[in-house]
């Protein structure tokens, strides 16, 4: 407590009332309010000489420093020991004070080096880091984990199975196994909303499970539903490849809209786009165009390549152009008089007919 007497003193002595010391002295001899004077110990000896830093500005005035010398060296001193008590408690407990303020240092006449934070610690707060660090489950565990949710959904128990599944997903993305097992599981308890979501990731995965039933039966439900009928929308025209467009057109001129005029009418819609009619099969293909394309002559121009990929939806709209009435005047003229000028309609017709009964 003395030896930081005696620093302050070193640093501000005109002020302090204490003659300059000599420059060639290190330490000051003998201490105020003391008789006689002591020599300098080794412990002092070994202290070096502080001095004022020289910051431009002017150092602090005490008034009647000469009369109260000790008055200012007490108030200085006790704010010093309170901050070595300070620093002293926050050592026995393990906590480190913040970094010091640029005031604070000065006011101490000390430097302080701020301890950077461990490499680990500023891993650990980085989530994507952390998660890589994390440890992975071994094929062996993982296909262990699958047989149990399997089972799991075998039983009924599809919350248990989500449970256990969850976590798998967020760890592996890309595992096929989990999202097709998660697709189900929620489809069972009647989250379309996420069934959808895990359908649509395993189709993206694997595209060969568009030919799965269960997937068709499943996204077919949520188009008709209210839960997700966007998200169906977009695995039947982007992830269903021929499959989704089979089921639009059903939805669009089948039997699958019911008498759900809206979703029929979307469907159509969406089988107009010629980035959906891309998905489809040759035969949807001119079937589709044998629909939208306007005027007899178009159309007869489509019966060649009708002839060769055509199917059963072909010749339903084929066999409508046989009648030679259904316009005009109590619909008594023609409306395709260009299909009936040669054999060609017919004969079409019949190619189709056979090769769709020999399959």
Not at 138 to 164: C, P, V, Y
Not at 182 to 205: F, H, I, P, Q, V
Not at 256 to 270: E, K, Q, V
Request: proline fraction near 8%.
């Amino acid at each position: 407590f003395l030896e930081s007497l005696e620093d302050l003193i070193a640093q501000y002595p005109s002020e302090m009332g204490v003659p300059v010391a000599e420059p060639s002295t290190a330490r000051v001899g003998s201490r105020p309010g003391r008789g006689g004077s002591s020599p300098t110990t080794p412990r002092q000896q070994s202290r070096p000489m502080v001095t004022p830093a020289h910051t431009g500005a002017p150092l602090p005035v005490l008034k009647n420093a000469r009369r109260q010398p000790r008055l200012a060296v007490v108030g200085a001193s006790a704010l010093g020991l309170g901050a070595v008590i300070t620093v002293a408690v926050l050592l026995l407990t393990g906590k480190h004070p913040p970094p010091p303020t640029p005031a604070a240092l000065l006011d101490a006449g000390t430097t302080t080096a701020v301890e950077a934070p461990p490499a680990s610690a500023s891993a650990s707060a980085d989530p994507a880091a952390a998660a890589s660090a994390a440890p992975r489950v071994d094929e062996g565990s993982i296909d262990r984990i699958l047989a149990n949710a399997s089972t799991a959904l075998a039983r009924g128990e599809d919350a248990s199975a989500i449970s256990t599944l969850t976590p798998l997903a967020e760890r592996y993305p890309d595992r096929v196994d989990v999202h097709r097992l998660l697709a189900r599981a929620y489809a069972n308890t009647g989250s379309t909303k996420d069934s959808m979501k895990e359908t649509e990731t395993w189709l993206k995965l694997d595209p060969g499970a568009a030919k799965d039933s269960k997937v068709i039966e499943d996204v077919r439900s949520a188009a008709v539903g209210r839960e997700a009928p966007e998200l169906a929308f977009t695995i039947l025209q982007n992830h269903m490849g021929t499959t989704g467009v089979d089921v639009l057109y059903d939805f669009a001129y089948g039997n699958g809209a019911g008498n759900n005029t809206t979703l029929s009418a979307r469907s159509r819609n969406a089988v107009s786009r010629a980035e959906v009619r891309g998905h489809a099969s040759p035969g949807l293909q001119v079937t589709l165009e044998l629909r939208n394309t306007p005027g007899c002559d178009g159309k007869r121009a489509l019966l060649p390549r009708a002839r060769e990929v055509g199917d059963a939806r072909t010749l339903a709209v084929l066999k409508p152009f046989r009648s030679a009435k259904g316009c005009g005047f109590v619909n008594a003229k023609d409306c395709y008089p260009c299909m009936h000028k040669d054999l060609l309609l017919e004969k079409t017709i019949q190619a189709i007919d056979e090769r769709t009964k020999n399959r």
